[in-house]
């Protein structure tokens, strides 16, 4: 199977390239900019050409996206985010399904879904933030398009994805933990689900063999949810390090970051956010292979490189 990856020189993008050619697949590496292993397609909007990349590709698998900046405002971001992420995604599979493609793996989100709770697929979408509205609607534009074209979609909406390369809030996270900073996170007993790199970059390789994968909007996770208490003491084995943690109760956390305009980030520090993977156990026979603990021992020992090298 030739397939075409998205965003290759990305977090999930690099790993998934080295994962399928390891596995035998012919792959096809597009990123914005060329280099020497990689074809360029410019900037990822409704008007990107993407015939050289498509040209004898069986598959396509879309890593590509416009995630979240912390500087820009409200009303730019809706715009940029629905520019790439919807019109960047449905012309892609347009000219996806014209060159003949058969299959196309959308790499979506949870956040399509909402903020916090338990989800399964049945689980209406209310997205609350300008990514998640735009990722939610490239999935009804992608199904809608399926019915027309016969293109097979396949949707996995993703939890926070950890391993190698990772960087944002969980990099931040190794770096306090690797400090030895005290957190005030010891009495919170939430419940989060996560996914390790290696695990995602499996379920892709089955969700593009499996006859029984397309249509469907399928929700990975490593198997079991962790609190984000459990989450830091699991960073901080996996680094030889203790885990300093001070059990402040979680209302006066609460309190104190309304008080200081941060309430909803610390509602997400503090919420619930586990998912139902249970039908990819059941219909299609998948089982995350890297266990959470040994998922964080390998990025720990990444992250503890970089560190020296820097």
Known sequence: MKVLVTGANGFVGRALVQDLRARGYDVVAATRRPTDQT????????ATDWSRALQGCDAVVHTAARVHQMTEQAA???ALY???NVEGTLNLARQAAASGVRRFVFM???KAMGEAGHFSEATPCRPEDAYGRSKCEAEEALLKLSGEAGLEIVILRLPLVYGPGVKGNFASLMRVVE???PLPLGAVNNARCLLYLDNLTDV???CLAHQSAAGRAWLPSDGSAVSTS??????????GRKA????????????AASLLGKGPAVARLFGDLTVDSAPLVQELGWRPPVMMADGLKVTADWYRAREARS
């Open 108 to 110: 979506s989100s949870i």
């Open 244 to 255: 300093r943690l001070v059990p402040v109760p979680p209302a006066f956390m609460r309190l």
């Open 76 to 78: 730019e971001a809706e």
């Open 204 to 206: 892709i390789a089955l």
């Open 179 to 181: 400090k030895g900073i």
């Open 82 to 84: 629905r520019q790439t």
């Open 39 to 46: 074809i360029g397609v410019g900037e990822l909007d409704g």
């Open 230 to 239: 459990q989450l830091i003491r699991g960073i901080a084995a996996a680094m």
